[in-house]
């Protein structure tokens, strides 16, 4: 009788303990321009999913494209992760375009939600200009490249190379059945239990996916990396340039402010990093510059409009160079365009030009503010003595040349309670 229980506690004993703990997803968010920024933030998550030995890392993705070197950064991660990488198009109208292809293809599984694209993955020349060869050339590599990912994961080759050559592009649910992904699930929970059971290959090697009750951690985008995110838009890199342009004039101007130039310093630093990450035509950045030069002269010359005129449509036309890529997510928008250039316009034209006249302008107070004034000799006044009337006033006074009493004088110089005067012409 004993044997018998002992024999059901270890049946139930071990039923217990084999029973699987409750794995973990880890879901990061990619919405928006493939940079380096969003490669360092996919790259540090999927080592800390490896690290964490989480069933799977899924990247939610909404992308137009970005940077031919931050997509392969980010393709090279994906490849080597011992832990599965499950790209997912999502919310519904999102969209993996362009360097978001090869990103997607390149998972170990690719799933995409209803009522999202993909596709239109031909070379834009991001970063610089190209003429006929050179586009060939990216094309072709290009193709090459989004086909050994295709072939890498079983997947449409002839697509893939399509969306190069052809900026061909294909819904959900036409990639699906074209075999360009695996799933198309709803939303999230579906697609854990989408993948549930499915097998992998990593380079650690085949692995089936248990996901089904998975718990899922959300990695969110650090503060470090918000920043660096906001700061690669084109717009907030344009007018962070402008800034620190300001600061530093503020500074220059007024030694000492030291406010305006930290400022100052700090934007064209940050302006500096986010031109790293577009493609910045340097002869636009030269044409703003000029035009900022030439609102500055026309404070100090009289050229009766023509420098202001002049900086104007340089600022203008070096705004709309100053980013070189036929991509439209790489441009500045006229809206910020306009404004800048007309607050850059009053900024010199009304601000400065009011400081300077006020520098320019004769002092009207204290002893400094007598010398040129009109006064009355009341007495001879010789190189030793004599006397003045200003305004009412009696003041000590010689000069170099004698003066007779009654004569018109005009202040030269002030020393203490004396001052020194000349003969008026209008005597």
């Not at 139930?12 to 928006?32: C, L, Q, Y």
């Not at 999102?94 to 170990?108: D, E, K, M, Q």
């Not at 050339?137 to 086909?147: E, G, L, R």
Request: hydrophobic residues 50%; contains cysteine; aromatic residues 6%.
């Amino acid at each position: 009788m004993i044997i018998p229980l002992i024999l059901l506690f270890l049946f139930f004993s071990s039923t217990a303990f084999s029973e699987e703990p409750k794995r973990d997803v880890m879901v990061i968010t990619i919405n928006g321009v493939i940079s380096p920024v969003s490669a360092e933030y996919i790259g540090k998550s999927i080592k800390k999913a490896n690290e964490k030995k989480v069933e799977a890392l899924i990247i939610e993705l909404d992308t137009p494209g970005g940077l031919d070197t931050s997509m392969r950064n980010i393709v090279k991660d994906i490849i080597g992760s011992e832990v599965p990488i499950i790209v997912y198009v999502s919310p519904s109208g999102s969209r993996a375009a362009s360097a978001g292809v090869f990103i997607t293809l390149a998972a170990h599984i690719a799933a995409m939600a209803p009522g999202t694209n993909i596709g239109a993955a031909h070379p834009v020349g991001i970063g610089e200009k190209m003429d006929k060869v050179m586009a060939e050339k990216a094309t072709n590599d290009a193709a090459a490249y989004i086909k050994s990912l295709a072939e890498r994961n079983n997947r449409n080759v002839k697509w893939a190379e399509d969306a190069v050559r052809k900026s061909i592009s294909a819904t959900g649910e036409e990639a699906l059945k074209m075999k360009v992904i695996d799933i198309v699930s709803k939303d999230l929970n579906t697609l854990l239990s989408d993948v549930d059971g499915k097998k992998v290959r990593t380079v650690m090697g085949e692995k089936v996916l248990k996901t089904a009750k998975a718990k899922v951690m959300r990695e969110e985008l650090g503060v470090r990396h918000k920043i660096l995110n906001l700061i690669s838009d084109p717009n907030v890199a344009y007018i962070l340039m402008l800034l620190g342009f300001y600061g530093l004039f503020f500074e220059l101007t007024n030694p000492g402010a030291i406010f305006p130039g930290v400022i100052g310093g700090i934007c064209l630093i940050l302006a500096f990093y986010a031109f790293q990450t577009l493609p910045v035509n340097y002869a636009g950045l030269l044409l703003i510059i000029l035009a900022i030069i030439l609102f500055i002269l026309e404070v100090k010359i009289v050229s009766h409009g023509v420098l202001s005129i002049g900086g104007v449509i340089s600022m203008i036309i070096g705004s709309l160079m100053l980013f070189e890529s036929p991509a439209p997510f790489m441009k500045l928008s006229l809206y910020t365009i306009l404004p800048a250039t007309i607050i850059t316009t009053l900024f010199f034209t009304v601000t400065l030009g009011l400081a300077f006249r006020a520098y320019k302008r004769r002092p009207v107070t204290g002893s400094e503010g007598l010398i040129g004034m009109e006064g009355i000799a009341i007495t001879d006044i010789t190189k030793d003595e004599g006397m003045v009337s200003l305004h009412g006033e009696r003041w000590s006074a010689y000069s170099d040349a004698p003066v007779s009493k009654g004569e018109k004088v005009i202040i030269e110089a002030v020393s203490g309670l004396k001052v020194k005067v000349k003969r008026s012409m209008s005597n």
